[in-house]
């Protein structure tokens, strides 16, 4: 079996190649990590396409996107090349050659009016740029590809890889938290955060699971409910307690009138992960333990 990794060096794509080597079946498996250099998802359509024409792959697990919400609002063009037309043009060369494609999407796609958790079938409602492009390339990959196809939608995806809240929040408590400084953080928009550990074991379990059990779109998180400023919080004890910061700022919960950004974002973007919790058949953690446990297995967070 052929796998190709799109996004393999962003932070979801490092820790599946992680992981890969604790699949019982690895031997039977060739996994494919493309640099952003040999395999791009902005590149023109015909050059995506010829790329997985050469490879042939059996999977094709999508973890490239643009991620910059706010910054989508700037680079519309861009953001839809990457997160809509990209995939678009890997699940029509997967069409011809019979290939089956996990696609990561977000939250985003809802526009957080909901009031209750976001079933996977729920209405999408997207709210800013980064959301209606994630919910069309969703579309185009479903349209192309069919029962061959999975979404997973995951919410406030981090790790102890790349950009993210978490290693943002480390940077922030450790300087704000030296310089006596009050940290301001939104408190009115609603969701739960995602360890990239948990959505990669997700992710294997699906890829060597009977697929015709699958669903075609699921949505995945860790267990529980937070505010930016409850995961912020929570950041800082934790760290503070093992010893990643010296310093641990003072929290001021804000609106998100308060902090005017270029994007919209859901106040309420909770997913409902219960069906895709009852096809995994290992222990689901509560976000604040897989917080836990992600800065406890680190050796990577390098914090000044």
């Given amino acids: 079996m052929k796998i190709l990794i799109t ?4 932070q979801l794509g490092k820790t599946l190649t992680e992981d890969f080597n604790n699949i019982p079946t690895k031997k039977q498996i060739k996994i494919y990590t493309p640099s952003r250099k040999e395999f791009n998802l902005s590149s023109k359509s015909h050059e995506i396409v010829s790329f997985i024409d050469k490879l042939n792959p059996d999977w094709v697990i999508n973890c490239a996107a643009y991620t910059e919400v706010d910054k989508a609002e700037e680079e519309p063009e861009l953001a839809y090349k990457i997160n809509s037309f990209g995939p678009k043009s890997i699940s029509e060369a997967l069409q011809r050659n019979n290939g089956k494609m996990i696609h990561i999407s977000t939250d985003y796609v809802f526009s957080g009016g909901k009031g209750t ?16 492009t994630k919910a069309e390339g969703e579309d185009c990959v479903i349209s192309n590809l069919k029962e061959r196809s999975h979404i997973i939608r995951a919410s406030w995806l981090y790790s102890s890889y790349r950009k993210n809240f978490l290693l943002t929040m480390l940077k922030l408590h450790q300087i704000k938290g030296r310089n006596k400084e009050t940290l301001n953080i939104v408190y009115d928009q609603i969701s739960c955060p995602t360890s990239t550990n948990s959505l990669s074991k997700f992710i294997w379990k699906i890829i060597s699971s009977d697929n015709s059990l699958t669903p075609q779109i699921m949505h995945w998180s ?8 409850d995961f912020a919080f929570e950041i800082g004890n934790l ?7 010296k310093n641990k700022a003072s929290l001021c919960p804000i609106k998100s009138s308060q902090y005017p950004t270029k994007a919209k974002r ?10 895709s919790w009852k096809l995994f058949d290992e222990q689901i953690f509560h976000w604040k333990i897989a917080l836990t446990k992600v800065l406890e297995n680190s050796k990577r967070l390098n914090i000044d």
């Fill in 117 to 132: 958790p976001y079933k996977p079938y729920d209405k999408l409602d997207p709210i800013s740029i980064y959301g209606k």
């Fill in 239 to 245: 760290a503070f307690e093992k010893g990643i910061i």
């Fill in 266 to 275: 859901p106040n309420f973007s909770l997913l409902d992960c219960s069906e």
């Fill in 222 to 229: 860790d267990t529980g409910v937070c505010s930016w400023y």
């Fill in 7 to 10: 996004g393999s060096t962003g």
